[in-house]
């Protein structure tokens, strides 16, 4: 399941630029655009980060409903971040909620905010204080009990925590060593031994290049050759900046379009070598809009 954040801002423009940042990173985004919506919203839902304007329907808002929070026993342990402008940081908190060790308020960052601040944000707030696997520490006692005492157990186990993550985290793996009661060197032999696991997040985009016979006579390894020359990786890792993964599949059903790549859900047909850096940018230019638009 992925991490959550609520946004909450009377500004819809600066909601919609920043909740499609976060969902390029993976994120589930609520908005809300008062205060009031915002509490009921973080009631229900339980995100695990609130990012919230102080100046919402009223200057104060946003104290007030860090006040609400902190009050209230079923939200008051969700990090907030106050994201406002610098003449209104001086008076906050201390005027608007005296018993400031209690506040939820985890940093207050002055408008105007950038892409990277607020990412940083999100890996300070959720990834880095361990939340990013609270779920599936969480589950990995019902799924291993799903399927304890059946053949192949493992391996399905397996499938389950990578089709949530995408990945089979090392913390996950220990846990699910205890869980099944199974050594942990087992897990990893199977892990290493199927191509189909990961140990690494994958990029934000997977490249699937095909490798089916039709694909492969019809020019995929001079694409293959090109991606890899491209990205600077080879096939199964993923870019430094974690944008790309590149890997190899065999026939992805449609051998009339061949040779055909994939990036995620999207076919490519007919791939010439001296496509890649087009198709690479439709990716690249969509995110690099994405911030330009939060760093306006
Ligand atoms: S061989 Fe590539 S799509 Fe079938």
Redesign the pocket.
């Known amino acids: 399941m992925k991490n959550k954040i609520l946004l909450i801002d009377a500004d819809a423009d600066f909601l919609d630029v920043t909740k499609k940042l976060f969902e390029t990173q993976g994120y589930d985004v609520l908005t809300a655009l008062n205060g009031q919506v915002g509490f009921a919203r973080a009631k229900t839902e339980s995100p695990d980060l609130i990012i919230t304007e102080m100046i919402l329907g009223y200057e104060n808002e946003g104290a007030e409903l860090a006040k609400a929070i902190a009050a209230d026993a079923a939200v008051r342990n969700i990090p907030v971040v106050m994201v406002t402008s610098a003449d209104k940081i001086k008076s906050f908190p201390h005027d608007i909620v005296p018993n400031e060790k209690d506040l939820p308020v985890k940093m207050v960052i002055k408008k105007p905010v950038s892409a990277e601040q607020l990412l940083d944000v999100a890996v300070k707030f959720i990834e880095k204080t361990g939340k990013k696997h609270r779920t599936l520490v969480g589950g990995i006692d019902t799924i291993a009990n799903k399927w304890k005492g059946k053949k192949g157990n493992l391996i399905m186990v397996l499938h389950e925590i990578q089709n949530t993550y995408g990945y089979v985290p090392r913390d996950v793996a220990f846990e699910l060593s205890r869980a099944l009661d199974v050594p942990l060197t087992r897990i990893y032999e199977v892990i290493t031994f199927y191509n189909y696991f990961k140990l690494e997040p994958p990029g934000k985009h997977i490249i699937s290049v095909?490798m089916?016979?039709?694909?492969y006579l019809k020019g995929n390894p001079i694409v293959l050759d090109e991606l890899k020359h491209v990205l600077n990786i080879e096939e199964s890792q993923t870019t430094k900046d974690g944008m790309f993964h590149l890997q190899i599949v065999r026939?992805?059903?449609?051998?009339g379009l061949?040779p055909?790549l994939m990036v995620d859900q999207k076919i490519y047909g007919k791939v010439k070598k001296s496509d890649i850096t087009s198709i690479l940018s439709e990716y690249t230019n969509k995110e690099k809009g994405v911030k330009d638009a939060i760093n306006v």
Do not use: H, S
Request: with cysteine; glycine share 16%; proline share 0%.
């Open positions: 095909c089916g016979t039709a694909c026939c992805l059903g449609c051998c061949a055909v």
